[in-house]
């Protein structure tokens, strides 16, 4: 049960992660549409963690073949946070478990 609640936290945590982020970087690029101005050093770094987190599928949902119309979009994501979580998880599991001269 405890892994279960500390799985749902972690892929709770990185869905909303990568959502708060990817809207904050969006708007951010809106709103250089009427400055010349280059982008910011916070939105080149909210950027970049957006590229990390969203690896490895929402990449492939780029895709013209892959579309998710409406609330659909969410599936992508959701299955991205599911799939970093099990990562963690699976890390975090296999770390305990190693004698100590490996660590």
């Known amino acids: 049960m405890r892994r279960m609640v500390a799985f749902g ?14 809207i904050f970087t969006f708007g951010a690029g809106m709103a250089r549409f009427d400055a ?3 982008p910011r050093s ?4 909210a950027s970049s963690v957006v590229d990390v987190l969203a690896f490895p599928v929402l990449p492939l949902v780029g895709r013209p073949s892959l579309r998710f119309p ?9 299955v991205n946070s599911l799939l970093w979580a099990g990562a963690i998880s699976t ?6 478990r190693l004698p100590d001269r490996f660590r």
């Open 9 to 22: 936290l972690i892929a709770a945590s990185h869905f909303v992660l990568t959502i708060v982020l990817v």
């Open 70 to 78: 409406g609330l659909w979009g969410y599936v992508p994501f959701i």
């Open 91 to 96: 890390i975090w599991r296999l770390r305990h």
């Open 36 to 38: 010349p101005d280059g």
């Open 42 to 45: 916070t939105e080149t770094v």
